[in-house]
């Protein structure tokens, strides 16, 4: 399983092209963000500041991104053209984001690479994740990122093949296109395939191929008031 099978790296993230080779397992993408931004010059100036846009460490933002009137930005962190980021963002470190891009109100994001055209829109968690081009996540999608026994994350591969990514923490690689209905949680180590679909209210894990919808049907009852 290759990062060739979920994603391209788009022209815009070039520069960070040597830290993720298209023939490597997807998840090794989330080890190559700390060191291709620690290789990258982040100390151009930063474009006039809204009064309640925080920013701390080293921090690339495009002139032409977008600024709401109020978030938390800590490098290292690198945000391509045309983004737009929204009231209450809070970027933690460790983020590269592409081109066209929304980093919703409210909404989290630490260890991760967006690539160009990533909706991400409302009150949603990315962490330690790959978001590939055109990815969509609803209102309220969360990357769960941590095994609830703190162990290494295991991936089961087609065929029956499992690898030890060696990554205590590891969210989700979301191929590009690929769409996450609301209030969804992506479990620990979650793969989807371009163009696959998730719908809302799903707690998904493992791995979904392409053009493939995950679904659960849930049985609905409606009772009589008695008061």
Known sequence: MKASDFFALPASLAPFAAFFPA?????????????????????????????????EGHVYLHPTVKLP???????????????EIRPGAFIRGNVIVGEHCVLGNACEFKNCLLMNRVQTPHF????DSILGNGAHFGAGVICSNVRLDQKNVIIHLPGGAVADTGLRKFGAIVGDRAEVGCNAVLQPGTLLGPRALVMP?????????????????????TLPRRD
């Open 69 to 83: 009137p109020t978030a938390t930005i800590i490098g290292p962190a690198w945000i391509g053209a045309n983004t």
């Open 124 to 127: 949603n968690y990315v962490g």
């Open 201 to 221: 209210l799903t707690a998904f894990g493992g791995y979904l191929p392409p053009a493939t919808i995950a679904h659960t049907r849930q049985q609905l009852t």
């Open 23 to 55: 023939e490597a397992a997807p998840w090794e993408w989330i080890k190559g963000i700390s060191p291709a931004l620690a290789a990258h010059r982040l100390d151009q100036p930063l474009p006039k500041l809204p009064p309640g846009v925080h920013v």
